[in-house]
């Protein structure tokens, strides 16, 4: 009787630690600012995260089971990842465009990381974006700056330059021309 | 006047068995999120109502996922769910496919999403996750024609948790199988004299 009695409190016990696991690995999967993505072999979407939820605009019940090349602009891009993920175990950083649920493109920094099982095969991957639509919209943006300023350098230096050849021509015609007036000047004194 | 009748009551409570919080929970949100919130929760309070009034009461906001619950109350909700919502059969098999998709015991499973045949061969375990009766088996797995079939035994149910199962099934095959042509139907039934359910999986 008594061992039935410890074996409750045990079950008991587990039951209460299994919920605080899973209280706990839902609060730091939830928590988590970098939109993340599970993803299997398949590529099939198995689970995401909320900022997942938020940057691309699906609830969790519409991601699950997609396929992830539905979020990818170029859909190629998905098997070189997979590529590389298999190759490396890792991805950081690398560009791409993703669609939100509004059919908006962002681009994104992608970083991926292979969960194995029992370190002897990849079960799936970690899929992680980081939006820079707005770094990349500023850095466009400054670019195009720099290459209407250097235009405008250019021209302004071409003006310069047309004055500069204008300037020097006159310069030196007005030089022989003197040298001319004195040339005309010393000739009646010879004579 | 009772919405289920004292038959179908008894038959129900006739049920063996438990099923895991986690299970209920995803039936929960189910209803939160066909709904949407605000009516989704007071769906929910007409369900917990209903339950109570018949003489079951139930109340979602205290199941807890890793604990075991009367496996004859969740077949008694889905039956009182069908009498007030009138949910049809594709709604109960989009419950199935929902709860596939947010379940806690599948993404506990998602470690064997990694091929058919893994998928397939875990089917048992899968089941055991969820429930202290009937056992879930693979039959005739075919690779090459696309086919298998899933056979539940010693599990009476209801015929609405049928097609929760078939949407079930249908959602986890989906993570290792292309979905444009795959189907999951029940192909034999204990409610229709058969001695076990069986699901024919084609993909």
Redesign the interface.
Known sequence: MKTKDTQKIIIQQLSKDLEDLESYTKDLWQSLPLPTCYINPFHVILDANLAAEEFLGWPLSELVGERIEKLFVAKNQVQEIYKKVLKTEKIVNQEGKVLTKKNQEKIVNISASARQRNKNYIIGYYLAFSDISELKKLQEGLEKEVEERTKELKRRIAELEKFHKFAVGRELKMAELKKEIERLKEEPKKK | MAIISKEEIEKIMGINGEVIGASLKEDMQFVL?KEGKKKGEADLIRLEKEMAKLGYPISFDKI????WYPLNTNMLYLAVAKEIFGWSDDVFRENG??SA??S?I??IM??Y???LKRCFREAGNFWQKYYTVGELKTEELDEKKHSAFLVLRDFVGHPNFCRILEGYFW?VV???AP?EKLKVQEIECVFKGAKTHKFKVTW
């Open positions: 999120e807890k996922s890793f604990q496919r929902f998709r947010i806690l599948a993404r998602m470690k999403f990694v091929s959602q989906s993570y290792v979905k």
